[in-house]
């Protein structure tokens, strides 16, 4: 257990559907990163939160956003949700905002249909 | 452009034997560099990290990586591979101190399977 968990673990649901992801990072780290793996575009950073401020940001689709809560705990939502959106998608943290070694979670597997 | 390149997508080593997996990175200045390794169905895990000083780090589970800030390399090695070693590696790099953004950039990785 590496100390970041993310639910759930698997997702399935159909073109056009929202859904949230959830992170809960390791105790006492403030960073919490998202990123993307596909077959065809490897692991994608998504974007950055630094205690509840967004940091930075990368190839993200506007139809997705997220969000930091005050607890830390970070929420992914992804909405009109097309084929090319499945993916695992992982959640990382680490104490600072340099991104000097995470911790990732074990992933999210979104399969849309 | 920033990028992280693993020429290698698909290395079998017998175990037992040496194992060198390569990466090399283009960015504007010496950059965070990290190694992380993902088994099947998890999450990714950091093997080693480089941020200055000297250029031979060592990691976890016996793995090793020297910079080359000439070549513009990261490579990692180890000198006996075990069967638990099979798993998919990747290279990483990262804004170095000063820099105000935690995001890595990933290389595509290597696979790497173990003949027994």
């Known amino acids: 257990d590496s100390g970041v968990t993310q639910t759930p673990k698997h997702l399935i649901t159909a073109t056009g559907q929202r859904v949230t992801l959830r992170c809960s990072p390791r105790?006492?780290?403030?960073?919490v990163y998202w990123y993307q793996q596909s077959l065809d575009q490897g692991l994608q950073f998504l974007i950055q939160?630094?205690?509840?401020?967004?940091?930075a940001k990368g190839n993200i689709l506007e139809r997705f956003s997220a969000q930091q809560f005050p607890d830390l705990h970070s929420e992914l939502n992804l909405s009109s949700l097309e084929l090319g959106d499945s993916a695992l998608y992982f959640c990382?943290?680490?104490?600072?905002?340099?991104?000097?070694?995470?911790?990732f979670g074990s992933g999210t597997r979104l399969t849309v249909v | 452009a920033q990028s992280v390149t693993q020429p290698d997508i698909h290395i079998t080593v017998s175990e037992g034997a040496s194992l060198e997996l390569r990466c090399n990175y283009s960015y504007g200045a010496t950059p965070y560099l990290f190694w992380y390794v993902q088994s099947p169905g998890q999450g990714l895990q950091l093997l080693l990290k480089?941020?200055?000083?000297?250029?031979l780090v060592q990691g976890i589970k016996g793995f090793e990586a020297e910079f080359k800030r000439s070549q513009s390399s990261f490579n990692l090695r180890k000198p006996s591979v075990h069967w638990s070693d099979a798993a998919e590696y990747f290279c990483?790099?990262?804004?170095?101190?000063?820099?105000?953004?935690?995001?890595?950039?990933f290389g595509k990785g290597t696979k790497l399977s173990v003949k027994p």
């Open positions: 990483a790099v990262g804004a170095p101190y000063g820099g105000s953004q935690g995001n890595l950039i």
């Open positions: 990382a943290s680490s104490v600072g905002d340099r991104g000097d070694g995470y911790t």
């Open positions: 480089y941020f200055s000083g000297d250029t």
């Open positions: 939160y630094y205690n509840g401020e967004e940091r």
């Open positions: 105790s006492g780290d403030l960073s």
